[in-house]
């Protein structure tokens, strides 16, 4: 697993807000770097590039689980574009994210490798778990007084429901392209790997 060190405002700056990467929020305009990027002047694959980067820095994700990623959703019927952003989307870490157990995916995955998040009455430590409809998403009873000082107040996706008193949240269906919660052109992303 790799994770993204580095400036994160710079990355936000560049590719626009990324609420799964960082809460941090910048007043700046201007393009990270020396030299001021100007609008209009990126190429086709550059346009394709920055939709790639963009659910690559969201879900925390490396360039070659990205790639798997748009394998398996090849081999799926349906959509390309629509099922790689449901199989993001239904990671345990943007589950917990979504869920406003997390403030960032980064500090969901963190939890998750800790151990305090439970899926179905079984400890699971591994943030890529495919969670599927009707599974239950709960903290561990020992880890439920420290989460609970730390829970962000989110709007909730219609595709989850959570109980903020006994912090449980289930999975009631899978979701919709509607209900992605990233400004992305899923289709871009798809042309660009179309090419290997």
């Known amino acids: 697993m790799s994770r993204y060190l580095n400036a994160r405002i710079r ?3 560049r590719l626009g807000p990324l609420p799964g990467l960082t809460k ?4 700046r305009t201007r393009y990270p770097g020396e030299h001021d990027k100007k609008p209009g002047t ?7 590039l920055e939709e790639k980067q963009k659910l690559k820095y969201n879900y925390g994700i490396s360039e ?3 790639y798997n990623y748009i394998k398996k959703a090849r081999r799926m019927n349906g959509s390309t574009g629509i099922l790689l952003l449901q199989m993001l989307e ?26 305090h998040i439970i899926v179905n009455n079984q400890s699971v430590t591994i943030p890529s778990f495919q969670c599927k409809k009707g599974d239950v998403i709960e903290i561990k009873q020992k880890s439920k007084n420290n989460i609970s000082k730390s829970l962000n107040p989110v709007s909730l996706p219609k595709f989850l429901e959570f109980d903020t ?3 449980v949240g289930r999975i009631k ?3 919709g392209r509607e209900e992605v919660g990233l400004n992305i052109n899923e289709l871009l992303v798809v042309e660009y790997y179309s090419r290997k």
């Open 11 to 13: 990355v936000i700056r």
């Open 24 to 27: 941090k929020l910048t007043t």
């Open 42 to 48: 990126n190429s086709e694959y550059g346009i394709r």
């Open 64 to 66: 070659r689980q990205l």
């Open 90 to 115: 239904m990671r345990l870490d943007s589950i917990v994210f979504r869920l406003g157990i997390a403030s960032t995916i980064p500090e969901s995955r963190q939890l998750i490798n800790h151990g």
């Open 165 to 167: 008193e006994n912090l």
């Open 173 to 175: 269906y899978i979701l």
